[in-house]
């Protein structure tokens, strides 16, 4: 195929930057792929569950305009609807792909794709690959790539990671600016458009359920730059991780969905082992409180009612646990149908959860505030696209389960055409971008060379656990305007800090030090966004609780937050929300879904 | 279900007061390495990371000298990217899932050694270019060819035994551990199981069988499936079980049917 001459730079190789690599390459145009690791190693992998589509093949009435109900009820009416429906209706046919492309998804025994149940709905409406079905899609991309790859529409940067946009004189994106890991050279990569696809930032929280490539900087630097960032205060604590010394592991919904049962001793203090403990004496506080939903309800209320149960002494051992017990189920089922998770938890904590319940506690999991984009996943900067966890667009106040990897498809297989669409539309080889490119190179090589002369003595690290520990304390499941005040006080302390750190690796070659004081930099200033954001927000929604203010408040509050960048502190607006396809209503698990 | 003791796990009852962890270092590529040891204090549900974390925060050695901090990878600490693959007390597995306590358990003693592979370009200490792998990949070209992106559908019926056989190979997620300890692979003689592994993976699928020649072809030239001395030391160490072995078997079987046939096909 002739090259149409156009050059698309993504950056970040998970579901959604592999998704829009492929839709611009089978167009015909050129992409620069950048990734911090190599892309079949992207966080996407983690995906356990499933992925959501409402293709209605057991029976049960199920369609896109009830996955579309689930999805912004779920999210407590704080996302646009109308993207949210286009993602809806696009759903069964990414699924099909995904079974084109040859993914091992469970099958039925007719042999067609199987279909479990997961949060916040009431229907089988999620296609699994095992349990690794993030892991699967993901590599079905990464195959397609590479076969772009040989074919030279598809240029990959592994290893690189991005520093900052490069801008012209009228704050049109021009291309970017990343930093080999290795030797630490800069290079300017120019391009027609720029599609951000970078993920979340769960390492602001110091120890989460994300991998250790999500740091949100590169979507920080483009926040600095001028891009918003819409509803960063909404975070989603996933409500059954395995706690870590290094993370918090995540234990899939689909362990709930399978049928796993949350319970703790009716008695605190009951010391027998989980299995000898009768059914009346176990509290299945999920099932009582939530008949219709059960364990199914979705994760902010679960996370919710767990860290309460904790809180208020009825953990297991008096500990911050609970069980999630799957010990009912036949163990060759179990192998077969949920095997990859069930393993984790075997290799980490010792213990067969096909015989012994598992002990688990929420942990912070995903972002629903990101970049922010209009309905063609096109940020404020022109030039500069949003796709995946880094956008903002789909989940509103909370996620539903197995919607991300769905979400993270649609903004890539959206971001592609749109970005091509802008890319054959604008105007080239204008005068103004000679010496753009080199002037934000050496503005970055600047900013590491500081870092590299530094020599304050302040430990990066060290800062970068008292980041995660003030802000897991006081802006995740419960949230007060004195703490986050506090919050943000500190925050602004570890920035000074941080102008005194030193980088104490004299080696410089494939160093971390000079890649982790960049992203720290960055995670300071995308922790201010949250912390104010929930500051801000003087309501309950979704995945933003504050006990002072229990209701939600769609008169000041079904907004969406937004973020700009200034020296001094972000600055808040408030932008309203498009609820014109399903009307706002109060949410209720407690019983089957009120129309 | 009456008992479930037989899962009970062997646990470490008389942990020491501290870890040594023997480390080799290389300061790049071509540079010679040498052993530098760190010790950190004991405690329960550590890792090979989460040590590696504490070192990395404060690099000084046994001896007392201050050094540089030790460089690896990691990603995803759940063993499912493969990124921070290591040899751990000589035997090549991901560092995350690589608990403390089951290593010295192992070892009697109260000393890790962490290397990097050997069979791969060692960028700095214990980071190892594992590129070639992914060029394997292309070389096999494993992937199914489609017609388009667009929307035609669901793709073929396929029983849920070959969906269950075929996901047992794309658990794969190229980490290298069985070239690491293959006896052929090595100085680019022969392509390794994995590649072989991820070409099968795709002459199975219905689709995938339509490219079947291209894919053996791949696996026919100098480097290819001959090489393979049958030490079965790749089914060993691959950390998600996949039947490598059985993959070729029944690639060589393929080639061998595709040779006595394939002028059928002209």
Not at chain 1, 547 to 570: C, G, L, Q, V
Request: glycine letters at 10%.
């Amino acid at each position: 195929m002739a090259s149409s001459g156009l050059k698309i730079a993504i950056v970040g190789g998970g579901l959604a930057g592999l998704a829009a690599a492929m839709k611009i390459a089978e167009a015909g145009h050129e992409v620069d792929l950048i990734s911090v690791v190599p892309v079949k190693r992207s966080h996407s992998v983690c995906a356990q569950g499933g992925i959501n589509g409402a293709v209605n093949t057991k029976g049960e009435g199920d369609s896109p305009a009830k996955h579309l109900d689930d999805t912004v009820y779920g999210g407590d009416f704080l996302a646009n609807q109308p993207p949210v429906k286009r993602m809806t209706d696009m759903a069964p046919e990414i699924i099909y792909l995904f079974d084109r492309m040859g993914v091992p998804f469970s099958r039925t025994k007719e042999g067609l794709m199987d279909f479990r149940r997961f949060g916040g709905t009431l229907h089988h409406r999620t296609a699994f690959s095992g349990a690794s079905t993030g892991q699967q899609l993901l590599y079905a991309l990464d195959e397609q790539v590479r076969r772009y790859e040989t074919t030279g529409k598809v240029t990959k940067y592994e290893g690189w990671e991005m520093l900052s946009l490069v801008l012209d004189d009228h704050q049109v994106c021009r291309g970017l600016v990343a930093m080999n890991l290795q030797t630490l050279e800069l290079k300017s990569f120019a391009a027609d458009a720029v599609i951000m696809a970078t993920g979340g930032p769960g390492l602001i929280f110091g120890k989460s359920t994300n991998s250790m490539t999500c740091t949100g900087s590169a979507t920080s630097a483009c926040y600095q730059q001028g891009a918003r960032y819409a509803n960063g205060e909404f975070i989603q604590v996933h409500p059954t991780s395995i706690p870590g010394e290094d993370k918090l592991r995540l234990m899939s919904e689909s362990a709930r969905g399978e049928g796993g049962r949350v319970w703790v001793p009716r008695n605190p203090t009951d010391a027998r082992k989980p299995k000898e403990i009768p059914d009346a004496e176990r509290w299945y506080f999920l099932e009582e409180k939530y008949p219709a939903y059960g364990n199914l309800v979705p994760r902010d209320i679960a996370t919710r009612e767990i860290f309460q149960v904790c809180l208020e002494g009825h953990g297991v051992g008096g500990e911050n646990q609970v069980y999630l017990d799957l010990t009912h189920i036949p163990a060759d089922v179990l192998t077969e149908r949920l095997g990859a998770i069930l393993e984790i938890y075997e290799m980490f904590v010792g213990d067969d959860p096909r015989y012994v319940p598992m002990r688990i506690f929420p942990g912070v999991h995903y972002s629903m505030g990101g970049l922010w984009v209009d309905f063609e996943q096109r940020t404020n900067i022109p030039g500069l696209f949003a796709a995946g966890e880094c956008d903002y667009s789909i989940h509103g106040a909370n996620r539903l389960g197995a919607n991300s990897l769905v979400s993270c498809v649609y903004g890539g297989f959206v971001a592609a055409p749109s970005a091509i669409d802008y890319a054959k539309n604008m105007e080239r080889g204008s005068t103004e971008t000679n010496g753009i490119h080199a002037a934000e190179l050496k503005k970055q090589q600047g900013i590491n060379d500081g870092i590299i002369a530094n020599e304050g003595g302040e430990n990066q690290y060290k800062l970068h656990e008292e980041m995660g520990k003030v802000m897991t304390d006081n802006v995740t499941v419960v949230r007060y305007n004195d703490r986050l005040k506090a919050t943000d006080e500190k925050l602004l302390e570890l920035q000074e800090r941080f102008k005194n750190i030193s980088i104490n690796d004299s080696n410089l070659w494939a160093t971390q030090a000079v890649p982790h004081a960049r992203q720290l930099a960055n995670m300071l200033n995308l922790a201010r966004v949250i912390t104010l954001g929930a500051l801000n927000r003087n309501e309950s929604r979704g995945a933003h609780y504050k006990p002072d203010f229990p209701e939600r408040d769609d008169e000041n509050f079904m907004k969406t937050t937004i973020a700009e960048y200034s020296e001094e502190a972000p600055i808040l607006s408030y932008e309203p929300v498009d609820v014109s396809l399903v009307e706002p209503r109060k949410r209720d698990y407690s019983s089957g879904k009120k129309k | 279900m009456t008992t479930n003791a037989h899962i009970e796990k062997k646990r470490l009852d008389n942990p020491p007061a501290s870890i040594k962890f023997k480390i080799q270092r290389r300061e790049k590529e071509g540079a010679a390495s040498h052993w530098e040891t760190f010790e950190i204090p004991y405690r329960r549900n550590l890792n090979v990371i989460s040590a590696l974390m504490d070192i990395r925060k404060n690099p000084v050695t046994i001896e007392g000298k201050q050094t540089t901090p030790p460089v690896w990878d990691m990603s995803c600490l759940e063993q499912v990217c493969g990124i921070c693959t290591m040899v751990i007390d000589g035997k090549v597995r991901q560092s995350c899932s690589a608990l403390i306590d089951d290593l010295l358990l192992a070892s009697g003693g109260d000393t890790v050694t962490l290397a990097p592979m050997s069979k791969f370009p060692n960028v700095r200490d214990l980071k190892v270019d594992r590129s070639k792998m992914f060029d394997h990949l292309k070389q096999v070209e494993a992937w199914i060819e489609l017609d388009g992106t667009y929307d035609l559908g669901p793709g073929p019926h396929v029983t849920n035994e070959l969906a269950q056989e075929r996901y047992s190979y794309s658990r794969c997620m190229t980490c290298g551990c069985c070239l690491e300890a293959c006896p052929q692979y090595g100085d680019d003689n022969y392509i390794g199981p994995q590649a072989i592994a991820q070409a099968h993976l795709f002459n199975m699928h219905p689709t995938g069988k339509a490219n079947i020649d291209d894919r053996l072809n791949g696996l026919m030239g100098d480097d290819g499936i001959t090489n393979c001395g049958n030490a079965q030391n790749c089914i060993k160490v691959c950390p998600m079980g996949i039947p490598l072995t059985k993959a070729i078997y029944e690639t060589n079987r393929d080639i061998t049917v595709n040779a006595l046939f394939g002028w059928l096909k002209k």
